[in-house]
């Protein structure tokens, strides 16, 4: 059996010292060296196989961390696991204890497109695997053609109703394979459109007119948020068929990264897809003449197959159904607690398919630095995350080391 693990790290805008990544934000060497530290002591903690990381402006300043986090773990290795020379270096206690370190030539980087110079930087994602590669990686930022969204009008007279385009991702989803044991996975991250408005700057001004809090606008506050839901649902569909078209390629499928809504937000569940109706042979035909014409029960379980083939699943509620635990968070504020960072994992995953190829054994999540912003005592620390790492520990099945 082979045991493996995958992880998500959203790190809060990894960059090295003395650069402006957002306006009159950057760090001191001191500050630099602190989250170095920081995000070497996490990698430690999860000693993930696979990790997902996101709001990376620079892979040096990772590579910088991976490098800092292997001395670590050699260090260690070289204090708690005997040689051979011991006779007891055999004991399983001391396979568990050992750390692995990362490889850099295992790290993909996927720089965002939109980066800009000095106060416009924008960030993207990487993934980093103890396992390498198979093939090349895939970033899918510029669509080659724009995603246009027709909105069908609500009565059949009244024509077009409108659409939203969308040209870019405002941020790139990653895709790789990783090879582990006789399988290969297909990880997909990502970092959806956040929660923060977009607001429009007319020509020549020198800002949004909804930026300026003096001058509250209520109304054009929420079209900017608006704004970012229709952005990130759209993200949320772009990234919808990459995974079904992996799916249908008969490849088992992880999805990762920081989705910034909750597993039940439309967005989310764009990703995820349909949750399949209990019974279709209760439902009226699409092209139903009386009120008698219902699916049948062929195709109740037709249409079910069908749906529960692409359907993703969060690792997250496999471990709370497993272990009665219900209080995972990956982020605070405004006193809500809730958990944005997702792993969601294809049926291949899933405990009620007999033709699975792996058990979901456990999940973890390290969140004991996240504090909420909102309340005075206790700000969370501008140099750590504010987002929590999540972790699924994974078992290879009919898979022989």
Not at 16 to 21: H, I, K, L, M, R
Not at 71 to 76: E, F, G, I, P, S
Not at 84 to 92: C, M
């Given at each position: 059996?082979?045991?493996?693990?995958?992880?998500?790290?959203?790190?809060?805008?990894?960059?090295?010292?003395?650069?402006?990544?957002?306006?009159?934000?950057?760090?001191?060497?001191?500050?630099?060296?602190?989250?170095?530290?920081?995000?070497?002591?996490?990698?430690?903690?999860?000693?993930?196989?696979?990790?997902?990381?996101?709001?990376?402006?620079?892979?040096?300043?990772?590579?910088?961390?991976?490098?800092?986090?292997?001395?670590?773990?050699?260090?260690?290795?070289?204090?708690?696991?005997?040689?051979?020379?011991?006779?007891?270096?055999?004991?399983?206690?001391?396979?568990k204890l050992a750390t692995h370190p990362w490889p850099k030539d295992g790290l993909v980087f996927a720089p965002n497109s939109a980066d800009g110079g000095p106060g416009e930087r924008r960030p993207g994602v990487a993934v980093l695997s103890r396992f390498g590669f198979v093939g090349d990686p895939e970033i899918i930022q510029d669509l080659p053609e724009p995603v246009t969204i027709p909105f069908p009008a609500l009565r059949g007279d009244e024509g077009d109703a409108g659409s939203y385009t969308l040209t870019r991702l405002s941020r790139p989803i990653l895709k790789v394979r990783v090879p582990v044991g006789d399988q290969v996975i297909t990880i997909f991250n990502c970092h959806l459109k956040s929660k923060l408005g977009e607001f429009i700057r007319p020509e020549g001004a020198p800002f949004a007119p909804e930026a300026d809090l003096t001058r509250y606008d209520p109304v054009g506050r929420a079209l900017g948020a608006a704004r970012s839901a229709m952005r990130r649902m759209a993200e949320a569909w772009v990234l919808r068929k990459l995974v079904v078209a992996e799916i249908k390629a008969g490849h088992p499928v992880a999805v990762l990264g920081d989705f910034n809504d909750g597993e039940h937000a439309v967005s989310s569940e764009i990703i995820a897809g349909e949750v399949p109706f209990k019974n279709y042979s209760w439902m009226l035909r699409h092209d139903a003449k009386t009120d008698r014409d219902r699916y049948s029960r062929e195709e109740n379980k037709q249409i079910t197959g069908a749906v529960e083939a692409v359907r993703l699943h969060s690792a997250e509620k496999l471990f709370v159904r497993k272990s009665l635990r219900d209080m995972v968070y990956t982020s605070a504020f405004g006193g809500v607690f809730e958990s944005i960072d997702q792993i969601f994992l294809s049926r291949h995953f899933h405990p009620d398919n007999p033709k699975r190829i792996a058990d979901m054994t456990y999940f973890s999540v390290l969140n004991d630095h996240i504090t909420d912003g909102s309340h005075p005592e206790a700000p969370y620390n501008k140099l750590a995350s504010d987002h929590g790492q999540i972790m699924a520990h994974l078992t290879l099945l009919g898979d022989e080391e």
């Open positions: 059996m082979t045991d493996f693990t995958i992880a998500s790290f959203n790190v809060k805008n990894l960059i090295g010292a003395d650069q402006e990544f957002y306006q009159f934000l950057s760090y001191t060497p001191e500050e630099y060296a602190w989250k170095r530290d920081w995000m070497a002591d996490q990698m430690m903690s999860l000693d993930a196989d696979i990790i997902g990381f996101q709001e990376i402006f620079e892979e040096d300043a990772l590579l910088d961390v991976i490098g800092e986090a292997n001395t670590r773990a050699h260090n260690l290795n070289a204090a708690t696991i005997p040689d051979e020379t011991k006779r007891y270096h055999r004991k399983a206690i001391f396979r």
